[in-house]
């Protein structure tokens, strides 16, 4: 046997090693900035863009938003669109810092006539509880209700 010294690993590593972690540790963290100052802000911009449209069209019983509306208001077009029952939903989509994961943003419309009006809005994720359910229920009146209404307005009047 040999009285050879055996070497021994220097404990501070490849100094290539730690070029690349610290370039991929900066790259995460310039991901992370991003998602969080310019992906989840621009998402929220549109939100409030729409929802503050809205309010303004439903002040007047006459004007709704349409597709193209939205679509001018958020500056963008649609990624995606699906049909949801009687309803149509459109995808508007931000990259967000981390390729595989972007910001959505769902806008819900219901058919009027031959155009689409704007009838909900969901970020992160669709569910069809998040935007109501867009079925009205309908209650016909029966005769007795008639009569109850001209038996009502007599004795009021008298």
Known sequence: MSDA?????SPSGSPIRKVVLYLALL???????YDYKVA???VDEAFEKVSNASLKANADADDFLSKQEISELIGKKASDEFPDGERLVEVYQWMGG???KSHKLFIVYQKTGDDWMFSGISKAVYDKASVGSGKLE???ADESTAEEDAAYEAESEG
């Not at 010294?5 to 690993?9: A, E, I, K, R």
């Not at 790259?27 to 900035?33: F, H, R, T, Y």
């Open 40 to 42: 989840r802000p621009a």
């Open 27 to 33: 790259l995460m963290l310039a991901a992370l900035g």
């Open 98 to 100: 981390l390729i595989l």
């Open 138 to 140: 309908t209650i016909e």
């Open 5 to 9: 010294p055996t070497p021994t690993p």
